[in-house]
């Protein structure tokens, strides 16, 4: 459908703990490039972020307005493993494409579930060709939950539809207990649905359909 800038922030990680520390602080296995959940001790959203792995270090792209806690998050946790985080936020701007589109040497590009996440130096300019409706229709139409929506602190990763980044595998990490013991006993609460309009306490608004998120019958 087209390309729409996104409100995000891009976090630096380095140092050689890096993989480790951010695998042990977040939902999904990360050995690299990935998309995973920050979440607290009561299994609550902080941030979905995309991991980048660009060898020397890591970037973590997230939604502006949760960056504070997702610093407050990770400072509190280095404990003297070697990290160094650094922000820049102010030097890039982030965009999303609905399909793979040619773009500049210095953007960084990757396919991930929800389509291809650019991330580009503020000197190179990418036009705008989805505004926020059409974002949202395709978003309502792949059920793709988005922050501030559908995922926010009021929701934990398997209500907002995030429960495929969420590995069924992997040790301990802040939250796991809950969202481990919440999949065994087959009840999550809620989940993400995309139902006909009109639809009650919609999340995002399409066209003909809307995302909401609901009560599960177990």
Known sequence: MGVI???????IIRGSDRLKFIDGLSTNKVEGDCCTVFTTTSAKVIDMVDVIDMGEFLALVGHSP??????????KRILGQDIHIGDASQNNSVYLSTS??????????????????????????????MDLQDFNEYRVMNMI????????????????????LVHEAKGCYIGQEILARMRSRGRQGKELVRLENPVENATTLGKTHSLAIVRTSN
């Not at 800038?5 to 976090?11: A, C, E, F, G, I």
């Not at 949760?66 to 400072?75: A, G, Q, R, T």
């Not at 579930?113 to 060709?129: C, F, H, M, Q």
């Open 66 to 75: 949760f960056k504070n806690d997702v610093l407050e998050h990770m400072h």
């Open 145 to 164: 939950p988005h922050q501030g929506l559908e995922i926010t602190s009021n929701n934990h990763p398997l209500a907002c539809g995030l429960d495929h």
């Open 100 to 129: 793979d589109i040619d773009v500049a040497d210095s953007v960084t590009k990757r396919n991930t579930w929800r389509g291809w996440i650019l991330v580009a130096p503020n000197s190179e300019i990418i036009d705008e060709t």
């Open 5 to 11: 800038k996104l409100n995000s922030y891009v976090l």
